[in-house]
């Protein structure tokens, strides 16, 4: 499969990008805003990728009331995520603040360097279709960088009515420890603030300690029941 589209069956909608640019590997996850699907509805979505020569599915980051008609159409969870969010009612200064600007066309080779060098594993690398849909995820969004020469840091942040998403977040690690992710972050939140969102939320990984450092500091809290990326492998078509 090639490029972004959504699939509709009935009442149940669902977003479908290639992932990482594979094109035997789907991510698929609910529309944002749509019911929760139901087990045939997955069933059926993942039976049509299959068809187009999909030979794994990978969902996005579902919430606990998402997962059960994906486990309950074959899936296995493959990684769980800690779930953080912010209420938006005080917006921390960053101790050492970073000049940003805005993310440019131009910027994205080098952005996706630095997302490169910032995930050890390279599941979590983000290539340009990964890139491209985490701007597209939401309706509008936020897309900042750090450094003159060439970014040495990045950050996504989208909004979708009164809820906020930081969606991605890496600083090269030559240049972690100063300040720079605050900055990001604390620039995105001030955004979704100013555009009357209510809340923000991010996802990282359980053993992201630094990652999880930086959100804790500047007012993200757990919450009780965290995400879950699942996958199926598909068997190839008779």
Same mark, same amino acid.
């Given at each position: 499969m090639t490029g972004s589209t959504s699939v509709r069956l009935g009442t149940d909608r669902?977003?479908?990008?290639?992932?990482?640019?594979?094109?035997?590997?789907?991510?698929?996850?609910?529309?944002?805003?749509a019911p929760v699907p139901g087990p045939d509805a997955v069933r059926r979505c993942v039976d049509a990728l299959g068809r187009q020569g999909v030979r794994e599915v990978v969902t996005g980051a579902l919430a606990r009331?998402?997962?059960?008609?994906?486990?309950?159409?074959?899936?296995?969870?493959?990684?769980?995520l800690l779930l953080l969010a912010h209420d938006?009612?005080?917006?921390?200064?960053?101790?050492r603040p970073a000049r940003l600007r805005r993310g440019r066309r131009a910027d994205r080779p080098g952005v996706l360097a630095v997302d490169r060098l910032a995930?050890?594993?390279? *599941?979590?690398?983000?290539? %340009? !279709? @990964?890139?491209?849909?985490?701007?597209?995820?939401?309706?509008?969004?936020? *897309?900042?960088?750090?450094? %003159? !020469? @060439?970014?040495?840091?990045?950050?996504?942040?989208?909004?979708?009515?009164?809820?906020?998403?930081?969606?991605r977040l890496a600083v090269r690690p030559d240049h972690q420890g100063r300040g720079i992710a605050a900055t990001l972050v604390a620039d995105g939140l001030g955004w979704l603030r100013r555009h009357g969102c209510d809340s923000a939320v991010v996802n990282t990984q359980e053993?992201?300690?630094?990652a999880l450092a930086v959100y804790e500091h500047l007012g993200f809290r757990r919450q009780p029941h965290g995400l879950a990326v699942l996958s199926l492998t598909l068997r190839p078509s008779a």
């Amino acid at each position: 499969m090639t490029g972004s589209t959504s699939v509709r069956l009935g009442t149940d909608r669902f977003r479908v990008v290639p992932w990482r640019g594979r094109g035997e590997v789907a991510l698929v996850a609910p529309q944002p805003g749509a019911p929760v699907p139901g087990p045939d509805a997955v069933r059926r979505c993942v039976d049509a990728l299959g068809r187009q020569g999909v030979r794994e599915v990978v969902t996005g980051a579902l919430a606990r009331r998402e997962q059960p008609a994906f486990l309950a159409a074959g899936f296995d969870v493959r990684e769980h995520l800690l779930l953080l969010a912010h209420d938006l009612s005080t917006i921390p200064a960053p101790s050492r603040p970073a000049r940003l600007r805005r993310g440019r066309r131009a910027d994205r080779p080098g952005v996706l360097a630095v997302d490169r060098l910032a995930f050890d594993d390279e *599941f979590w690398r983000l290539d %340009e !279709g @990964g890139l491209t849909d985490a701007l597209e995820a939401t309706s509008t969004s936020r *897309f900042r960088v750090f450094g %003159e !020469g @060439g970014p040495v840091a990045y950050a996504v942040t989208g909004r979708a009515g009164p809820r906020g998403y930081l969606q991605r977040l890496a600083v090269r690690p030559d240049h972690q420890g100063r300040g720079i992710a605050a900055t990001l972050v604390a620039d995105g939140l001030g955004w979704l603030r100013r555009h009357g969102c209510d809340s923000a939320v991010v996802n990282t990984q359980e053993g992201n300690a630094t990652a999880l450092a930086v959100y804790e500091h500047l007012g993200f809290r757990r919450q009780p029941h965290g995400l879950a990326v699942l996958s199926l492998t598909l068997r190839p078509s008779a």
